[in-house]
């Protein structure tokens, strides 16, 4: 047995206090008077011997009592299996308040029951000692030290949130509060579901820090969710039925039957069907959005499952644009076969341009580009269309009848693209056209033998270096390419090896194939901007520049209220950055002043927690090592005690008060009852 305070044991010295009572004062002798000595013969004889008995066992019992009482106050307990730390202490509380903690313990959420904990692990410390409540959110509040009042209050505040933290991430946290304190021992308690996505402990091997792990974990492990979703095709299209794909994941170990997938679009919400999802796997359906109207366009894809539900929605976002904007770089007059296509149909909004009247900041609003026939391409010119085509544009080419093959080259070879041999002379004929691949695919029920493919009477043909990574579309019969396809960042390169001269090349008389490649080609690409973004997640949203206006402060506004991203704006671009600014998933519109909405986004909530795949006591002790403490929560009665004990061993100053008031009860009975 050991004692917290053992300086308070002098006041043993104090018993001589109930021995120098005893003899002074039950040695004193009674004068007792009689008025008749009759009396005396009543008089009961009393041994000296029962007398002297009493008297002993009422020096004992106060002997009892004050030594007990001595022994509370130096508080004794029997150590446990490490070293009792004594002196002042630091608690840092860790409550892991992410969506994984909604699931259900018995008839509570899990937050209920690790906010219980946390209140346990405080009550079980002194008043005196100090305490940091942590939890995912990092706040700024939670980064110092308080007393035992304020961290019960710092409990019972917490609530559910979207973020989510590794928990080396976190216990670096907690230190990092505790070392601002000059404590003599510091501990950390992590109060958690422990799901195997998020505990990335190393072995715990910090003398100086004691480290508690006290893991809670919900009754059912059942949990379905919404994924992802993606459109078939590149871009989403006017007045066209807009195939959506969705992908739904079972986290459990049981088939899940009777999930009923939504979709909201347009203030309506409509059902699109009861889905069964097999066990531990996923399953892909598919809604069609038809766009009806141009502009934003929100969508919120819904599941019925319970009781975890905040992967149960997917919010998504996309533009749609009345017409395809198409810019026409030319030297001079243009062809009037590819002004007629572009101008014909409705889908296109074209701009047709020479090279010295170009204004290379307006490039990125264009969904598509093309040059036709420049002679020679410039500098500055290639530096633009190579960065246009690397944020999601999409560039075709036809080369000049007489062009400059080093200026091409000097542009082609950065992308990286096969570079273009001198021009030869020579009637050639497309032989093969790649249906697999997006340009064509789908264009073409049958290829009938009526078809009519593209015939030339000279072309520029291409180098074949391996690693240029060429996609063929169109194919001479001699094997040699006439149409190539290059990727390149988000966006593609598209080169034609003729010029597009009808003289030298029919390609813009077959109507057949030339207007719906434009088309396919002005939407293969699209926008970078994803549909979707992900709370939580370390991401910076691009979007286009308003050089033209005179506010300097991009704005966001959504579901968590407005705010004022961090913004970096690099040339024709803007990087904004969220941060932990976005609490809510929804969506949120971009503006430099109320009336001037710039762009649109969506953001979902971090699909991490979505697994219920949790770490057991025993692989944790394995995982971490045998220097960390781990608590079981099966008895939530005794998990005071069971802290108090091992971070002070078995306290024993509760039974010393006890003792010291049965010693006392002891002797007033004695005192009142035995008659002497």
Known sequence: MQFVYPTFLWALLALAIPIIIHLFYFRRFKRVLFTNVKFLREVKEETSMRSRLRNLLVLALRLLALAFLVFAFAQPFIPQNKAIKTGSKAISVFVDNSFSMSALSQDIPLLEKAKQRARDVVQAYSPENRFQVLTNNFEGRHQRLVGQDEALALIDEITIGPA??????????????????????????????????????????????????????????????????WF??????????????????????????????????????????????????????????????????????????YPIQFDDQYNLTFRVAEKIAVLVIAPGANNRFLKAALQGLGVFAPEFVSSQELNYSSLPTYQMIILEGLPSISSGLANELQQYVQQGGNLLVFPGRSSDLGSY???????????????????????????????????????????????????????????????????????????????????????????????????????????????????????????????????????????????????????????????RIVGSRVFLGIDNQVTEAGFYELFLNPEQRLDHFAFNYNRRESALDYYSPADLKERIGDRIDIIDTANDNAITTEIAERSQGVVLWRWCIMLVLLWLACEGLILRFWKV
């Open 164 to 229: 989510v933290r590794q928990l080396s991430t976190v216990t670096a946290r907690q230190q990092q509060a505790l070392a601002t304190g000059d404590a003599d021992y510091q501990s950390l308690y992590l109060i958690s579901d422990f799901q195997r996505n998020i505990t990335d402990l190393p072995i715990w091997e910090d003398t100086t820090v004691d480290l508690t792990l006290v893991p809670l974990q919900a009754v059912q492990e059942r949990n379905v969710g919404l994924d992802s979703a």
């Open 409 to 567: 080259r000097g542009f082609l070879t950065p992308f990286p693209a096969n570079e273009l041999r001198p021009f030869e002379e020579k009637e050639r004929t497309v032989g093969t056209i790649n249906t697999e691949e997006f340009v064509f695919q789908d264009v073409f029920e049958n290829r009938s033998a009526s078809l009519r493919l593209p015939t030339t009477q000279g072309n520029f043909p291409l180098t074949s270096f391996a690693g240029r990574q060429e996609e063929n579309l169109l194919t001479y019969r001699d094997g040699s390419t006439y149409l190539a396809k290059y990727q390149s960042g988000q966006g593609h390169l598209y080169l034609c090896s003729a010029p597009i001269d009808e003289q030298v090349n029919n390609l813009v008389q077959n109507a057949e194939i030339f207007v719906p490649m434009l088309y396919k080609m002005a939407i293969s690409a699209g926008a970078a901007k994803p549909l979707a973004y992900t709370i939580g997640k370390d991401e910076v949203i691009e979007t286009t520049h308003q050089q033209n206006s005179g506010e300097i402060a991009y704005k966001m506004q959504g579901s968590a209220g407005e705010f004022i991203p961090e913004q």
């Open 232 to 305: 078939e095709a590149p871009v989403p299209l006017l007045n066209q039925n807009n195939r959506l794909h969705v992908r739904i994941r079972n986290y459990s170990n049981e088939d899940i039957d009777n999930v009923r997938l939504s979709v909201r679009y347009n203030g309506q919400e409509k059902p699109e069907g009861v889905l069964t999802v097999p066990a531990l796997g996923t399953l892909i359906d598919s809604v069609i959005i038809n766009v009806t109207q141009p502009g934003w366009q929100d969508v919120t894809l819904g599941i019925t499952d």
